[in-house]
């Protein structure tokens, strides 16, 4: 194994060129002697002879063991338990800290492709898994915790050098490519949540008979009180399965912005049928006619959804006519009259927005990511709440545009005068919208390129997640305090790689373990510090670049 001995540069593999050089050279001199050739044989041997190993292929193939071990301990047996009792703190985030231990030996020169080739590895496994929800939060929080540990250098070289320094190469190459996935990876799993937990749970379905409907106009407080808890109990449902990801990593971050985003798209779905009345082919209760012979609502034949175990079956939910991306709502899920926008509407919505807002910060957790949030992020229900301010409000205070500047935060303006032209009035609120304030808001609507309000907004309930990334303090936080191990290779570590090696081979007959993983374990060994603290060295005089200690 002299061979493989060695210390890794900025750009090299751990392995210096003198020694695969004379690796080489024994690969040539091995075996029997070569045959002295004459005049006569020259052709005849010319044509035998094996091609002598070339000190480029050597190296190259020595790249691909290196690489190919790489992959394999961080990303391919990434859940593997290698050695038993080991904290999961110290598990949950072992790829992030592999892959971001290899590209700092690595250097740039290597490094950049082999971490191209471990985000394409993740993203195929993310991609092959997005059904296995455990499996989507541990790839996220994985790809938040790498995120960190590479935002970490750029401090490093910004101690070292001062605040002009360049950024650290791997941080520049793959911090965008890390944000996207993780993005990538929470709308996987928000879609996940929201088609198989909570729309089944709201929606009315082939399977599922329709309720009755309750009385036009006016709302029974007794059918608002059953609506309300059938949507509280649906969030509950999906609480609970986010809460069965646990709470290691950064994955309590995960659940409760999860959560955000299905309250969000709640917001969406109960706002459309707040606002358009039922097409006349629906009849009470959420069901029709057109449904029971395949008609608008019908689940389409070819259109399957993904099960838990990842079998493909037939949705049976159905969808609005009137915006087909919408799932139809029972008629006991609705806690107002359909179409029907008056005074005692907006009460009832801003009796629902409490109870909802109650509900999340209390069972559903988000007062813990509450302040970690952006300002524009801290905000619940702002479709319903803003819908009640407005039916609730003196209309002509409309006419100032502070109020309306405030109100189209949430509702656009065109979206504004379609509703005030449906609105009705009612005992707690005899007047009408006036002529004049309504006139001038369609003016200001067509004026502002917006519709003019005379036909409903077509609403995207499954649009484009917003998604909040965690900081970097927040990623490397117990990285700091010393709860998470971070990108030095100490004895555990390599106990690791020495078991993984242990699984290729039967070492108690005296087998040696895989040449790949001697390689990886000289690359790190000679590439990171074995310390608790890591010192970043100077580029020009160690493994890499910048000069700080970090807690990793």
């Given at each position: 194994?002299?061979?493989?001995?060695?210390?890794?540069?900025?750009?090299?593999?751990?392995?210096?060129?003198?020694?695969?050089?004379?690796?080489?050279?024994?690969?040539?001199?091995?075996?029997?002697?070569?045959?002295?050739?004459?005049?006569?044989?020259?052709?005849?041997?010319?044509?035998?002879?094996?091609?002598?190993?070339?000190?480029?292929?050597?190296?190259?193939?020595?790249?691909?063991?290196?690489?190919?071990?790489?992959?394999?301990?961080?990303?391919?047996?990434?859940?593997?338990?290698?050695?038993?009792g080991r904290q999961l703190s110290r598990s949950i985030h072992a790829p992030a800290r592999r892959i971001a231990r290899t590209l700092v030996c690595l250097g740039r020169q290597d490094g950049i492709p082999f971490g191209q080739l471990a985000l394409r590895q993740v993203s195929a496994g993310v991609v092959a898994g997005r059904s296995d929800t455990q499996l989507l939060a541990f790839?996220?929080?994985?790809?938040?915790?790498?995120?960190?540990?590479?935002?970490?250098?750029?401090?490093?070289?910004?101690?070292?050098?001062?605040?002009?320094?360049?950024?650290?190469?791997?941080?520049?190459?793959?911090?965008?490519?890390?944000?996207?996935?993780?993005?990538?990876?929470?709308?996987?799993?928000?879609?996940?949540?929201?088609?198989?937990?909570?729309?089944?749970?709201?929606?009315?379905?082939?399977?599922?008979?329709?309720?009755?409907?309750?009385?036009?106009?006016?709302?029974?407080?007794?059918?608002?009180?059953?609506?309300?808890?059938?949507?509280?109990?649906?969030?509950?449902?999906?609480?609970?399965?986010?809460?069965?990801?646990?709470?290691?990593?950064?994955?309590?971050?995960?659940?409760?912005?999860?959560?955000?985003?299905?309250?969000?798209?709640?917001?969406?779905?109960?706002?459309?049928?707040?606002?358009?009345?039922?097409?006349?082919?629906?009849?009470?209760?959420g069901s029709s006619s057109a449904a029971a012979s395949g008609g608008p609502f019908s689940p389409t034949p070819d259109s399957p959804t993904r099960s838990q175990d990842g079998l493909q079956q037939q949705s049976s939910v159905l969808h609005d006519p009137l915006n087909p991306n919408m799932p139809m709502l029972d008629d006991s899920m609705l806690f107002f009259t359909r179409g029907v926008l008056t005074f005692g509407t907006g009460m009832n919505l801003k009796m629902a927005c409490t109870r909802f807002q109650q509900w999340a910060f209390g069972e559903g957790g988000m007062r813990e990511i509450w302040a970690?949030?952006?300002?524009?992020?801290?905000?619940?229900?702002?479709?319903?709440?803003?819908?009640?301010?407005?039916?609730?409000?003196?209309?002509?205070?409309?006419?100032?545009?502070?109020?309306?500047?405030?109100?189209?935060?949430?509702?656009?303006?065109?979206?504004?005068?379609?509703?005030?032209?449906?609105?009705?009035?009612?005992?707690?609120s005899r007047e009408g919208i006036p002529y004049d304030v309504l006139q001038e808001l369609k003016s200001a609507a067509v004026a502002a390129g917006a519709d003019d309000g005379s036909s409903p907004p077509i609403l995207e309930v499954e649009a484009e997640c917003t998604y909040y990334s965690p900081t970097d303090d927040m990623a490397m936080e117990k990285v700091e305090v010393g709860e998470e191990p971070g990108l030095e290779y100490d004895a555990d570590s390599e106990d690791e790689l020495d078991a993984l090696g242990g699984l290729c081979v039967d070492t108690t007959a005296g087998l040696q373990p895989p040449l790949r993983f001697k390689l990886l374990h000289n690359l790190w060994s000679a590439g990171v510090p074995r310390s608790r603290r890591i010192t970043i060295q100077r580029e020009n005089s160690g493994a890499y670049p910048g000069a700080r200690q970090l807690g990793l």
């Amino acid at each position: 194994m002299e061979g493989v001995e060695g210390s890794a540069g900025p750009g090299g593999t751990g392995v210096s060129p003198g020694h695969v050089r004379k690796a080489a050279e024994r690969m040539m001199s091995a075996g029997a002697p070569r045959p002295v050739k004459n005049k006569g044989t020259q052709t005849e041997l010319a044509d035998l002879a094996p091609a002598e190993p070339q000190l480029d292929d050597v190296t190259s193939l020595q790249d691909e063991l290196l690489m190919a071990a790489a992959t394999e301990f961080a990303i391919y047996n990434a859940q593997r338990p290698l050695l038993p009792g080991r904290q999961l703190s110290r598990s949950i985030h072992a790829p992030a800290r592999r892959i971001a231990r290899t590209l700092v030996c690595l250097g740039r020169q290597d490094g950049i492709p082999f971490g191209q080739l471990a985000l394409r590895q993740v993203s195929a496994g993310v991609v092959a898994g997005r059904s296995d929800t455990q499996l989507l939060a541990f790839w996220w929080t994985n790809a938040v915790h790498l995120r960190g540990f590479l935002q970490s250098l750029n401090l490093a070289m910004a101690e070292a050098a001062g605040e002009n320094a360049p950024k650290h190469w791997a941080a520049e190459a793959f911090v965008p490519r890390l944000l996207q996935q993780e993005k990538f990876i929470f709308d996987e799993l928000v879609s996940y949540v929201w088609t198989h937990t909570f729309v089944p749970a709201v929606a009315a379905s082939r399977a599922k008979p329709a309720q009755a409907a309750l009385a036009a106009g006016v709302v029974k407080r007794s059918g608002q009180e059953a609506a309300l808890r059938k949507w509280l109990a649906a969030l509950e449902s999906v609480s609970q399965q986010l809460k069965g990801l646990g709470r290691e990593g950064h994955v309590n971050t995960l659940r409760h912005q999860v959560l955000l985003a299905v309250m969000k798209r709640m917001d969406t779905l109960i706002f459309h049928f707040l606002i358009n009345p039922p097409s006349d082919t629906i009849s009470e209760g959420g069901s029709s006619s057109a449904a029971a012979s395949g008609g608008p609502f019908s689940p389409t034949p070819d259109s399957p959804t993904r099960s838990q175990d990842g079998l493909q079956q037939q949705s049976s939910v159905l969808h609005d006519p009137l915006n087909p991306n919408m799932p139809m709502l029972d008629d006991s899920m609705l806690f107002f009259t359909r179409g029907v926008l008056t005074f005692g509407t907006g009460m009832n919505l801003k009796m629902a927005c409490t109870r909802f807002q109650q509900w999340a910060f209390g069972e559903g957790g988000m007062r813990e990511i509450w302040a970690n949030l952006p300002s524009q992020g801290q905000s619940l229900f702002p479709l319903l709440r803003s819908t009640s301010d407005l039916l609730m409000m003196p209309k002509d205070l409309l006419l100032e545009e502070g109020i309306r500047a405030d109100l189209c935060d949430s509702l656009p303006l065109g979206t504004l005068v379609y509703m005030l032209n449906r609105f009705q009035p009612d005992d707690f609120s005899r007047e009408g919208i006036p002529y004049d304030v309504l006139q001038e808001l369609k003016s200001a609507a067509v004026a502002a390129g917006a519709d003019d309000g005379s036909s409903p907004p077509i609403l995207e309930v499954e649009a484009e997640c917003t998604y909040y990334s965690p900081t970097d303090d927040m990623a490397m936080e117990k990285v700091e305090v010393g709860e998470e191990p971070g990108l030095e290779y100490d004895a555990d570590s390599e106990d690791e790689l020495d078991a993984l090696g242990g699984l290729c081979v039967d070492t108690t007959a005296g087998l040696q373990p895989p040449l790949r993983f001697k390689l990886l374990h000289n690359l790190w060994s000679a590439g990171v510090p074995r310390s608790r603290r890591i010192t970043i060295q100077r580029e020009n005089s160690g493994a890499y670049p910048g000069a700080r200690q970090l807690g990793l």
